[in-house]
């Protein structure tokens, strides 16, 4: 069974740098992109990006001049840096698997296993 | 980028009944869409991939169906645990977008 632990600072101060890092735990890491989605207080959910290894990473282009996401593979690891943050940067910050491949005899793209998210407060 | 434009926000039901809820794309996107089911405080879980299959382990009251670029999720005799919000997701393109989310609550 793969399981997602997430940590890092959740409170930050507006211009500073956001930083998490997500461990995986069982199941196989390398050969699937690792996913980060923020979900905003009451609002929905938003991919940031993710990272398969250093040459294959995909960001939100809305994000992108702030967002570095880095991968360990020596120690099932990802991260998501986000730079300059303000208030609207506040959210739970989820780490997820994106599977994509043959399932059940055709090619698809699903996010199957998700971290339990970790609050993040932007506030002076 | 690739809008996701889901309806109802929000939809009041009881336990026993059947409801439906609707995703519509901003294109095409063949079969790319998936289901989740998030319980507040909770990260989402997938329920259905490529519109119609369901998750391993997902009950069999749930159904994924397509036409065109409409996308719906039907919820057949809702259970107390069904009362949550549910989100599709298109699968399509790599900006991977996100519905804004129907909320089911209890009448």
């Known amino acids: 069974q793969v399981q997602l632990q997430q940590w890092g600072a959740g409170l930050l101060k507006p211009s500073e740098t956001l930083s998490l890092t997500c461990s995986v735990h069982?199941?196989?890491?390398?050969?699937?992109?690792w996913s980060w989605i923020r979900q905003p207080p009451g609002k929905g959910l938003e991919w940031i990006g993710e990272?398969?290894?250093?040459?294959?990473?995909n960001y939100n282009p809305s994000l992108k001049s702030r967002v570095t996401l880095s991968i360990d593979t020596s120690k099932n690891q990802f991260s998501l840096r986000l730079r300059s943050v303000t208030a609207a940067d506040t959210a739970v910050y989820y780490c997820?698997?994106?599977?994509?491949?043959?399932?059940?005899?055709?090619?698809?793209?699903?996010?199957?296993?998700w971290g339990p998210g970790i609050p993040v407060t932007v506030s002076s | 980028d690739i809008q996701m434009t889901q309806s109802p926000s929000s939809l009041s039901a009881s336990v026993g009944d059947r409801v439906t809820i609707t995703c519509r794309s901003s294109?095409?996107?063949?079969?790319?869409v998936n289901w989740y089911q998030q319980i507040p405080g909770k990260a989402p879980k997938l329920l259905i991939y490529?519109?119609?299959s369901l998750q391993s382990g997902v009950p069999s009251r749930f159904r994924g169906s397509v036409s065109g670029t409409d996308f719906t999720l039907s919820i057949s005799n809702l259970q107390p645990e069904d009362f949550a919000t549910y989100y599709c997701?298109?699968?399509?393109?790599?900006?991977?977008?996100f519905g804004q989310g129907t909320k089911v609550e209890i009448k």
């Open positions: 997820a698997r994106r599977f994509g491949g043959v399932w059940n005899g055709s090619y698809n793209r699903f996010f199957d296993y």
């Open positions: 069982g199941g196989s890491f390398s050969g699937y992109y």
């Open positions: 990272i398969k290894d250093t040459r294959n990473i």
């Open positions: 294109q095409t996107i063949d079969t790319y």
């Open positions: 490529a519109a119609s």
């Open positions: 997701q298109q699968s399509y393109s790599p900006l991977w977008t």
